[in-house]
């Protein structure tokens, strides 16, 4: 059988198109990574507060596109993550700041 096809059933010069583009996904999940180590410094901590909500918007927008769809559920995860971590710091804080003033300490 040869290779010769004279009415064009097998050209597939237009069937592909541009692959998916997974640039919000890997966004989120970088976004997401540096929220989560950035929530785990003290002081630093508190720029997690723009990037977590940031890794987490881009990352539930990437889920309903057709490609990336595991690294938006990274994104989401990690930056859920450094969103709770954010959390715990502030109502750590207020708690001690809470017991120092009730102590009379400053």
Do not use: E, H, Q
Request: proline share 7%.
């Amino acid at each position: 059988m040869s290779d010769y096809d004279p009415v064009g059933y097998n050209d597939t010069r237009g069937a592909g198109g541009p692959p998916p583009s997974t640039g919000l996904a890997i966004g989120s999940l970088v976004t997401g990574i540096i929220a989560l180590l950035l929530s785990l410094i003290p002081v630093i901590g508190f720029i997690s507060w723009i990037l977590a909500p940031a890794g987490l918007i881009m990352g539930v927008i990437a889920v309903n596109k057709p490609a990336g769809k595991g690294l938006a559920i990274g994104g989401i995860v990690t930056s859920a993550i450094a969103l709770i971590i954010c959390v715990l710091w502030v109502v750590g804080m207020g708690a001690i700041m809470g017991s120092a003033a009730a102590s009379g300490g400053y």
